[in-house]
């Protein structure tokens, strides 16, 4: 089982939680949400099986097991209209009422089109994103592959955008990755490059950081004008950057006052 990275996180929504109130209601729906994705991704990896697959890279979204997926979905949008904020709670209500075709359309849809969704509601591209997360972070755990040269601003594994970056302690210094926002793949990237368009002017790539987290900057780019925020582990190695990204909201109220727009919003919305 591979459900301990899932402990790290709900451990860290809990600490954050207590000590960063302006963001302690969306940490504690993180962390509920985080359980009911550890189980699932546990179930998951029950039923599949716990070896390793050949995949080519981009090609994580060829495959979709719903006779595995279809039957928890009902629990995971019961789930989300206890422990959601009241519009997605609402949203997982309505979602509750349909029917089984209808959710397998709508997952379906999310899978293979994603991230140029057409015909989904916001509140439907969510809830499809949440609870897939866990499968593609199943079948990422469990490929074997071999990374295409250079370095790409989209999951070489799945093609999602990345949700946040990281800096990790190699050297004197830090290596620079990025974290895909659907499967959690970590891939190395440019220590100077915008991640979304690839700029490398560090003339048109400002950096922010807020002396009360210090460890967490934001990185934008004046050519495309969006921005990810990227941990750096050097700083605080007790940081986990998903949750840490979910936490430190003042940065992404920094970027959006000055016109830069998140490369991909996070499951708050922000
Ligand atoms: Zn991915
Ligand atoms: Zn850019």
């Not at 709900?10 to 985080?34: K, M, P, V």
């Not at 949008?77 to 997982?92: G, W």
């Not at 990237?189 to 934001?218: H, M, N, T």
């Amino acid at each position: 089982m591979r459900t301990g990275k899932w402990d790290a996180r709900i451990q860290r929504a809990n600490d954050l939680a207590s000590t960063h109130a302006f963001a302690s209601q969306g940490l504690r729906f993180y962390e509920r949400l985080a359980r009911f994705q550890q189980s699932l991704y546990a179930e998951i990896e029950t039923e599949c099986c716990t070896g390793n697959e050949k995949r080519l890279s981009g090609t994580l979204r060829g495959e979709c097991d719903f006779f595995i997926l279809l039957p928890r979905f009902a629990t995971f949008v019961s789930v989300l209209e206890e422990i959601a904020p009241s519009p997605l709670a609402r949203a997982a209500h309505a979602l509750r009422l349909q029917d089984a075709s209808r959710w397998r359309q709508i997952l379906l849809e999310f899978w293979e089109q994603c991230p140029a969704v057409a015909n989904l509601q916001p509140a439907e591209e969510l809830v499809s994103w949440l609870f897939l997360q866990p499968y593609a972070e199943y079948l990422a755990d469990h490929s074997e592959w071999h990374p295409r040269n250079g370095t790409a601003s989209t999951c070489p594994l799945c093609g999602s955008k990345p949700q946040v970056g990281a800096l990790r302690p190699e050297g004197d210094g830090g290596k620079r990755s990025l974290i895909c926002s659907l499967c959690a793949m970590e891939w190395d990237y440019g220590r100077i490059a915008c991640a979304a368009c690839g700029e490398e002017d560090p003339q048109k790539l400002p950096l922010y950081i807020a002396s009360e987290f210090s460890y967490v900057r934001v990185e934008a780019c004046e050519s495309c004008h969006r921005y990810i925020k990227t941990v750096d582990l050097t700083k605080n190695g007790h940081a986990v950057p998903v949750v840490d990204e979910l936490a430190l909201i003042p940065l992404d109220l920094w970027a959006a006052e000055r016109g830069y727009q998140k490369i991909r919003p996070n499951l708050l919305g922000v």
